[in-house]
T-cell receptor
Framework: GAGVSQSPSNKVTEKGKDVELRCDPI?????LYWYRQRLGQGLEFLIY????????KSGLPSDRFSAERTGESVSTLTIQRTQQEDSAVYLC??????????????FGEGSRLTVL | DAKTTQPNSMESNEEEPVHLPCNHS???????IHWYRQLPSQGPEYVIH???SNVNNRMASLAIAEDRKSSTLILHRATLRDAAVYYC?????????????????FGSGTQLTVLP
C-alpha cells in the first residue's frame, strides 16, 4: 500500500488477556517505530527497528510488552496480561535511511486499545 | 537527543499568519530541526525540516535562528484544518554505515486552535 497500515484499528479486550497489534510499513522503509499515546498525552517511544541491527527496546514499559519484526517488513507488538493502564492508541511509523533520506517518519492511523 | 521547548497552546484567527516558536538551546551541529503535526484522531504527519537555512514548502515555512538555538514554524494563512498539535523535534540522522538505532523523541507540542 501507499502508506503505513495498522490493524486492528480498534481493539477492546478484558484485563489479563493478551493482544497483538500489527504494522505494515511502507515498502522499502528500513526503520520502524512503535509509539504509545494515552488520551490527551504526547507520544511515548516504545521500540525502534532498523534493518538487521539490534532493536532499541529502551522505551518498552515492562516485560509484558514485546515486539518483533520480520526482516524489513511487518512488525507485531504484543502486550501480555493487559492492564487498564495499557489503554491507549498505539502508533507505528516507518522511515527510509536511503541515500539522501532526511529520516522523515510516516505514521499509520494507529490502533486504539481499550482494556476493560 | 537534545530537548525542545514549546508553548503548550496558541490561538490564531482564520486566514491570518501563525508563528509557532520552538527553543532548542542544546542543539548539536548535526541535529536537523523537524516539525510534525497531529490532527485530531490521526497519527502525526511530517510538516517540514531544516538544518541551518530557512525552508519553504507547500505546507509551511521554517525560520531558523542564526545560532540555531530556536526556530519558528510559520503557517502563512491559517485554516480551520490547521488546528492540531504541532511538535518540534531534533533529529540527528546517523550515517548510512552506522548500525546505531535512533529513537525519535516527541515532546508535548503546541496545541494550535484556529478561530473562525
Amino acid at each position: 500500500g501507499a502508506g503505513v497500515s495498522q490493524s486492528p484499528s480498534n481493539k477492546v479486550t478484558e484485563k489479563g488477556k493478551d493482544v497483538e497489534l500489527r504494522c505494515d510499513p511502507i515498502s522499502g522503509h528500513t526503520a520502524l517505530y512503535w509509539y504509545r499515546q494515552r488520551l490527551g498525552q504526547g507520544l511515548e517511544f516504545l521500540i525502534y527497528f532498523q534493518g538487521n541491527s539490534a532493536p532499541d527496546k529502551s522505551g518498552l514499559p515492562s516485560d509484558r510488552f514485546s515486539a518483533e519484526r520480520t526482516g524489513e517488513s511487518v512488525s507485531t507488538l504484543t502486550i501480555q496480561r493487559t492492564q487498564q493502564e495499557d489503554s491507549a492508541v498505539y502508533l507505528c511509523a516507518s522511515s527510509s535511511r536511503g541515500q539522501g533520506s532526511t529520516g522523515e517518519l510516516f505514521f499509520g492511523e494507529g490502533s486504539r486499545l481499550t482494556v476493560l | 537527543d537534545a530537548k525542545t521547548t514549546q508553548p503548550n497552546s496558541m490561538e490564531s484567527n482564520e486566514e491570518e499568519p501563525v508563528h509557532l516558536p520552538c527553543n532548542h538551546s542544546t542543539i548539536s551541529g548535526t541535529d536537523y530541526i523537524h516539525w510534525y503535526r497531529q490532527l485530531p484522531s490521526q497519527g502525526p504527519e511530517y510538516v517540514i525540516h531544516g538544518l541551518t537555512s530557512n525552508v519553504n514548502n507547500r505546507m509551511a515555512s521554517l525560520a531558523i535562528a542564526e545560532d540555531r538555538k530556536s526556530s519558528t514554524l510559520i503557517l502563512h494563512r491559517a485554516t480551520l484544518r490547521d488546528a492540531a498539535v504541532y511538535y518540534c523535534i531534533l533529529r540527528d540522522v546517523p550515517p548510512l554505515s552506522s548500525g546505531s538505532a535512533r529513537q525519535l523523541t516527541f515532546g508535548s507540542g503546541t496545541q494550535l486552535t484556529v478561530l473562525p
